[in-house]
């Protein structure tokens, strides 16, 4: 009996221990994730060359539903995984699965729409312009979201909240046939083909980016141009297909394979679904931090932040001061006073200006 309780004790305490992490670690993502992709959505929207440039809108769509994926997604995610039930009620136990499902297919299908739309862009850089125009890009992000809703549809019924032994809890709700359908379907749609749609474009993209270029002719900064480029490409794949594999795999795993149900496999599962998260977290480094022009402009964001921040303070000590001097009852001195702040205010107001300039994508 002594040695059961102290076993029990043990793993109670491991159990919290690894509560901790996971909440950790899950608040870390949903910080870096809300960030960056925060970050990519006010550079983009504040640069207003949305009608110019058709990898913005793809980047700005993918900021979209790798943000809503951080949102909706960790915080319920880290909730299951350190409480012991369901505490958000039948509805949000659809809706929230809901949406994770469809914002993880509009995330996928916006990175293959952005390879596609980077291979035609270096493979045909002249006639590729009259079929890259604002209106087809809309269209294919259309096409994206109208995809994702067609495939996560099903999903606002795959799950319902039960009552398993006086514990609420919420799972799959479907018949054991029809779920590992739905899963089958959901790893070739969600996972191998965009992966395969990716690895073919990457290639024929490296592949011409390797061969057109005369290395007898070439010189050392387009070198160092194809380079960046094709590092930047392999990037994409490969941190793509590192993310997501596990969390296909475990499910394949589950309905194909040997998976029984312990504390080891549950572990595998929570960092199945920590990686995949990883990756909403990851994109906005690859497609924006990697270009100075983005850099640029988390800058001016950083920059013009700061200045408010400076110019609110100014105000508010400068309100401190006119009150004070009212107070003493010196009109002179108040009048003095209030045109000091207001030639203050006119110089702290120059900062201002940076935030409502505009830099060149």
């Given at each position: 009996t002594e040695d059961g309780r102290d076993l029990n004790n043990q793993t109670g305490a491991n159990w919290r221990t690894e509560s901790v992490i996971i909440s950790l670690v899950f608040s870390l993502i949903f910080f870096v994730g809300t960030l960056g992709n925060g970050l990519v959505l006010t550079v983009l929207l504040w640069n207003g060359q949305m009608n110019t440039k058709t990898t913005n809108l793809f980047i700005l769509?993918?900021?979209?539903?790798?943000?809503?994926?951080?949102?909706?997604?960790?915080?319920?995610?880290?909730t299951i995984y350190t409480m012991d039930e369901w505490v958000f009620g039948p509805f949000l136990c659809k809706v929230v699965?809901?949406?994770?499902?469809?914002?993880?297919?509009?995330?996928?299908?916006?990175?293959?729409?952005?390879?596609?739309?980077?291979?035609?862009?270096?493979?045909?850089?002249?006639?590729?312009?009259?079929?890259?125009?604002?209106?087809?890009?809309?269209?294919?992000?259309?096409?994206?979201?109208?995809?994702s809703l067609v495939f996560s549809g099903p999903y606002l019924s795959y799950y319902r909240q039960m009552d398993l032994d006086g514990t609420v809890v919420?799972?799959?709700?479907?018949?054991?046939?029809?779920?590992?359908?739905?899963?089958?379907c959901t790893f070739f749609f969600g996972y191998l083909i965009p992966v395969l749609t990716l690895s073919l474009t990457y290639a024929r993209t490296i592949r011409y980016l390797w061969t057109t270029v005369d290395p007898i002719k070439d010189t050392s900064e387009s070198r160092r141009?194809?380079?960046?480029?094709?590092?930047?490409?392999?990037?994409?794949?490969?941190?793509?297909?590192?993310?997501?594999?596990p969390h296909h795999l475990v499910i394949l795993c589950m309905?194909?394979?040997?998976?029984?149900?312990?504390?080891?496999?549950y572990i595998l599962r929570i960092l199945s679904h920590l990686v995949a998260y990883a990756n909403s977290c990851l994109?906005?480094?690859?497609?924006?931090?990697?270009?100075?022009?983005?850099?640029k402009g988390f800058r001016k964001v950083f920059d013009c932040v700061l200045s408010k921040r400076v110019v609110n303070r100014v105000h508010v000590f400068q309100a401190a001061h006119a009150v004070s001097t009212v107070e003493v009852g010196s009109s002179e001195?108040?009048?003095?006073?209030?045109?000091?702040?207001?030639?203050?205010?006119?110089?702290?107001?120059?900062?201002?200006?940076?935030c409502n300039t505009k830099f060149k994508m």
């Open positions: 769509n993918l900021g979209v539903a790798d943000l809503c994926f951080i949102v909706f997604c960790v915080p319920f995610q880290a699965h809901f949406i994770i499902y469809l914002t993880m297919y509009a995330s996928i299908f916006t990175l293959t729409a952005v390879s596609l739309d980077r291979y035609l862009a270096i493979r045909y850089p002249l006639r590729s312009r009259e079929m890259r125009t604002h209106r087809n890009a809309l269209t294919s992000i259309c096409v994206v979201w109208g995809l919420c799972i799959p709700a479907w018949q054991f046939q029809d779920r590992r359908l739905m899963d089958v141009a194809k380079k960046k480029v094709t590092k930047m490409i392999i990037i994409v794949a490969v941190l793509f297909c590192i993310c997501w594999l309905w194909f394979g040997h998976f029984p149900l312990n504390h080891t496999t994109n906005p480094i690859v497609y924006a931090l990697v270009s100075k022009h983005f850099r001195t108040s009048n003095q006073s209030l045109g000091s702040q207001r030639g203050d205010s006119d110089d702290a107001t120059e900062p201002q200006n940076v």
